[in-house]
């Protein structure tokens, strides 16, 4: 599909407007989305890359649908991983399944600053740290899963995640607070128990 | 990844789907902000006549009822409409959850603020005169609301504990008059031992009365309060 040089450079909010003036336009944004939301619908759920292609289609469709909804108050990029946090959240529950760990290098993004957040793990080896901090984070709750994967995998700040999320920047804040707390309390038990099976 | 782009615009094509009117994201954001608006004056309402029937009670009488200061409050509280102040409270704090923009506010923040729009509703439409308005209609049309608002009438309506209201329909002379109650019951009031008053009474008077009952139909009267106080209607 050939894309016009001059529309890869416009903003998301420019590309809205374009699409709906012309829904070929609309190859720009979905070419700008697809691999970051591709990469968190596999993160937050961690199904197999075929079915995340599913859901991605879903949410580029459920997009086009609600482009009028699109308020120019938020950032484009909010909205895009708010629609698709729903579409991942609804095929959970209509599949009946808990996120599955998954290994990929992609996964290991801001893993550094994550560890330096959790301050009192400085003591843990860092290559136990890589090799199971998915599994411990797939074990946290799902509402303290959601706020440490778009913070620490997807790099969003505390504004970003409240509309993703739909939830006030407070609340993400002590959410972001009891998911490193139950992270930490996680690590070390898990470490623990490595050392003692060691 | 197969060609997202090409497939996604290809099941739109095939599909017909178009982006939905603006109108339609506008309109559900304005239907919702007008059931806040709607709960929030209804909330106020509710206010209005908790403050009406609370207004209505004499805070001094408890122990002609043989009730404790505490036990006199616990029973004077008009629990159903407290519970539909929350109630409304409640929803309206749903209805703006649910605007586009209603998610970034504290949840108790948001309660707080519900709470005292409704608060200084219901404060403004007791200075209106709307409180007894609502409190008589529900009376007057509700089945069964009389037995589940405990107010002044069911205060004023105990002659054995010496409490006794109704209408003035005769002034006989000084030591005393002839009074209806509200369940239409006729009684020789007895003045002689009421102490100084200020209240002016006549005929047409509606009044509420301490004192004692002989068993009969004369109602020894020691004191005599208007029936409406504070600007009631």
Request: hydrophobic share 25%; aromatic share 8%; proline share 0%.
């Given at each position: 599909m050939y894309l016009n040089g001059d529309y890869l450079n416009k903003t998301d909010e420019e590309l809205v407007v374009l699409t709906l003036k012309?829904?070929?336009?609309y190859q720009y944004l979905i070419q700008r989305y697809k691999n970051k939301l591709m990469r968190y619908i596999v993160r937050l759920s961690g199904i197999k890359t075929e079915d995340a292609e599913g859901i991605l289609q879903e949410v580029f469709i459920r997009v086009y649908q609600k482009l009028?909804?699109?308020?120019?108050?938020?950032k484009f990029s909010s909205w895009i991983y708010r629609i698709t946090h729903n579409e991942i959240i609804d095929h959970l529950r209509k599949s009946k399944t808990r996120p599955q760990v998954i290994d990929s290098e992609?996964?290991?993004?801001a893993l550094d600053l994550l560890k330096a957040d959790l301050d009192?793990?400085?003591?843990?080896d860092k290559k136990y740290f890589a090799e199971n901090i998915e599994k411990i984070i797939n074990t946290l709750d799902e509402k303290y899963r959601n706020v440490i994967i778009l913070k620490y995998?997807?790099?969003?700040?505390y504004n970003e995640i409240s509309d993703i999320l739909k939830k006030p920047p407070g609340t993400i804040a002590t959410l972001l607070k009891r998911a490193k707390e139950q992270l930490k309390k996680e690590i070390l038990k898990n470490s623990s128990l490595l050392q003692n099976y060691v | 990844m197969s060609d997202i782009n090409k497939e996604t615009l290809k099941i739109i094509e095939e599909r017909k789907i178009t982006p939905e009117p603006r109108w339609h994201f506008i309109f559900k954001d304005y239907v919702l902000r007008f059931f806040f608006a709607i709960s929030t004056i209804l909330g106020g309402i509710s206010i209005t006549t908790i403050i009406f029937i609370l207004n209505g009670?004499?805070?001094?009488?408890?122990k002609y009822l043989d009730k404790s200061l505490f036990e006199y409050i616990l029973s004077s509280i008009p629990y159903l409409w407290v519970f539909t102040f929350i109630l409304f409270v409640v929803i309206a704090y749903f209805n703006f959850k649910n605007t586009?923009?209603?998610?970034?506010?504290?949840i108790l923040k948001l309660v707080l603020v519900s709470v005292l729009i409704s608060v200084a509703m219901g404060t403004i439409f007791f200075a209106g005169g709307l409180d007894s308005e609502v409190h008589e209609t529900f009376s007057e049309q509700v089945p069964f609301y009389e037995n589940l608002i405990y107010d002044k009438d069911d205060i004023w309506n105990n002659v054995e504990k010496g409490l006794l209201s109704g209408e003035?329909?005769?002034?006989?002379n000084k030591d005393g008059f002839i009074l209806k109650d509200f369940g239409g019951h006729l009684w020789q009031i007895d003045?002689?031992?009421?102490?100084?008053?200020?209240f002016f009474i006549q005929k047409g008077s509606e009044v509420k009365l301490i004192g004692n009952f002989?068993?009969?139909?004369?109602f020894f009267v020691k004191e005599i309060r208007p029936w409406h106080c504070c600007g009631e209607k």
């Open positions: 012309d829904k070929e336009n009028n909804d699109f308020d120019t108050s938020l992609s996964n290991l993004i009192i793990i400085k003591d843990i995998k997807e790099d969003k700040d | 009670y004499d805070w001094d009488i408890y586009k923009s209603g998610y970034k506010h504290e003035v329909v005769e002034v006989r003045e002689k031992g009421l102490g100084t008053t200020t002989d068993g009969g139909n004369i």
